[in-house]
């Protein structure tokens, strides 16, 4: 799937959980999210983008989530 696209279909996760007033509930809602309901490969390659220039595209929460659940998110081998 194309970067890009997984980017912005995090950063629309990401918008919907901003609003939430607890911004460690926010991050793990996310992570949650992503971990449920993301294809293991879509997982990964958001993953491999987090540590690229790309990762300025995303959303502060998706960067935030994605580094500090990066075990919980990594697809088992």
């Not at 607890?22 to 996310?30: C, M, N, S, T």
């Not at 960067?63 to 081998?77: G, I, K, S, W, Y």
């Amino acid at each position: 799937m194309d970067g890009n696209n997984l980017v912005r279909m995090a950063n629309r996760i990401a918008d919907f959980f901003d609003s939430l007033p607890d911004r460690e509930e926010a991050l793990d809602q996310v992570a949650t999210h992503l971990h449920k309901f993301w294809d293991p490969r879509m997982r990964s390659q958001i993953l491999a983008l987090v540590d690229t220039p790309d990762a300025r595209a995303m959303h502060s929460l998706v960067r935030e989530a994605l580094t500090r659940h990066r075990a919980r998110l990594t697809p088992a081998a």
